[in-house]
């Protein structure tokens, strides 16, 4: 299995719900990824999980919640989003934190495509 | 903060014509992926390069590390429909080792 799955395909959304992105891969990857994407622009990193533990943060509001349940799962709960918090969410893996190399490169799953209303 | 500049920005050519696209830096990355990503899709991996100096070939595609690990580019010889899509560059650094820095990237139309 070479692949990142991420559920579902397409949410949408009203600002007072609250729902969960899934993603899940099963590479033995220790190094989990979620990226934001804006229509036509580049993937924007939101948070990195190394060894199920949460390593980087940037600077996401809180209405953004990630979970990392076991080394294969990665959740993205969402919870009071705003219009412009629609977006593809992607979610990417690899094979260890650290350094991006030629032996450490990053899966991206296909994404959610997420709609606030 | 590191910054990688990528042109054109759009790119709308003829089916059959050949294309370059450019990545460019003011830091030094220690490697640079290339990406191509359709529309609804996650980014897809289309080579990695390390060395400086480092030329690599997929088929059509003809990637460049710049010596000084600077800069990059993507050449597409005889360009097809199916190469449609936005490409992207990405740098890693020692300095940001879980980060990729991504350019804007370049929405490619090849038309038929």
């Known amino acids: 299995d070479t692949e990142v799955t991420q559920t579902p395909k397409h949410l949408v959304m009203g600002m007072t719900n609250k729902k969960s992105l899934k993603c899940e891969q099963h590479?033995?990857?220790?190094?989990m990824y979620w990226y934001k994407q804006k229509a036509k622009k580049p993937p924007e990193l939101m948070f990195v999980?190394?060894?199920?533990?949460?390593?980087i943060n940037e600077s996401v509001p809180s209405r953004f919640s990630p979970e990392c349940p076991n080394s294969s799962l990665l959740n993205l709960h969402l919870h009071a989003l705003q219009p412009e918090d629609s977006a593809l969410y992607l979610c990417?893996?690899?094979?260890?934190?650290?350094?991006?190399?030629?032996?450490?490169?990053?899966?991206f799953g296909a994404g959610s495509r997420l709609t606030v209303l | 903060t590191q910054l990688l500049e990528q042109s054109p920005q759009f790119l709308s050519i003829q089916e059959g014509e050949n294309l370059t696209v450019y990545c460019n830096s003011s830091?030094?990355?220690?490697?640079l992926q290339w990406y191509r990503q359709e529309p609804g899709e996650g980014p897809v991996l289309l080579v990695t390069?390390?060395?400086?100096?480092e030329v690599k070939k997929l088929k059509r595609l003809t990637f460049q590390f710049g010596d000084a690990r600077k800069d990059s580019s993507l050449h597409i010889t005889a360009a097809q429909p199916g190469d449609t899509g936005l490409y992207l560059c990405?740098?890693?650094?020692?300095?940001?080792?879980?980060?990729?820095?991504f350019g804007k990237g370049t929405l490619l139309t090849v038309n038929p």
């Open positions: 990417a893996s690899s094979p260890r934190p650290g350094l991006i190399s030629g032996a450490n490169v990053l899966t």
């Open positions: 830091s030094v990355f220690s490697s």
């Open positions: 999980y190394s060894y199920e533990k949460l390593s």
């Open positions: 390069v390390v060395t400086g100096g």
């Open positions: 590479m033995g990857h220790r190094a």
């Open positions: 990405a740098g890693a650094s020692g300095g940001s080792n879980y980060k990729l820095t």
